[in-house]
């Protein structure tokens, strides 16, 4: 069954990769290239799983997970953090702000689909 997949992530190689890797596995895949445009993006597209960057230039990935947890329709939306940010309480950070998994950036492909497979069986 084809999921829908909500890609934020700012460099566009990361975004395209991500994306293709993505739509490769069968899903619906929409990319964001900024924070700006994340939230109209998250309610038009609805999507099952939502794979955020925490580094944008814009706004942080983190004020915009809480947003996405906040809004109803969008609350219980799995969000995966992918992130350039591994210092120690970086991943308590994100977790708590209600991402449901985190990568550390460079991120390996087999990691990264094995982790969005299982947000999307659980979702």
């Known amino acids: 069954m084809t999921k829908r997949i909500l890609v934020v992530e700012d460099n566009d190689l ?3 990769l991500f994306c293709d890797v993505l739509r ?11 924070g700006a ?4 993006a998250a309610r038009k597209f609805r999507p099952d799983l939502a794979i955020m960057d925490i580094q944008l230039p814009d706004i942080s990935g983190l004020d ?3 947003q996405m947890k906040r809004e109803a329709g969008l609350a219980d939306v799995p969000i995966l953090a992918v992130t350039a940010f591994a210092g120690k309480g970086d991943e308590d950070r994100i977790r708590d702000a209600g991402a449901a998994e985190y990568l ?8 990264f ?9 659980s979702a």
Do not use: F, Q, W, Y
Request: a positive charge.
């Open 14 to 16: 990361n975004r395209k």
């Open 24 to 34: 490769a596995r069968g899903h619906e895949v929409m990319g964001c290239p900024d």
């Open 37 to 40: 445009s994340t939230m109209p």
């Open 64 to 66: 915009l997970i809480a």
């Open 104 to 111: 550390a950036k460079p991120v390996s492909i087999g990691p």
């Open 113 to 121: 689909s094995a982790c969005v497979e299982r947000l999307l069986a």
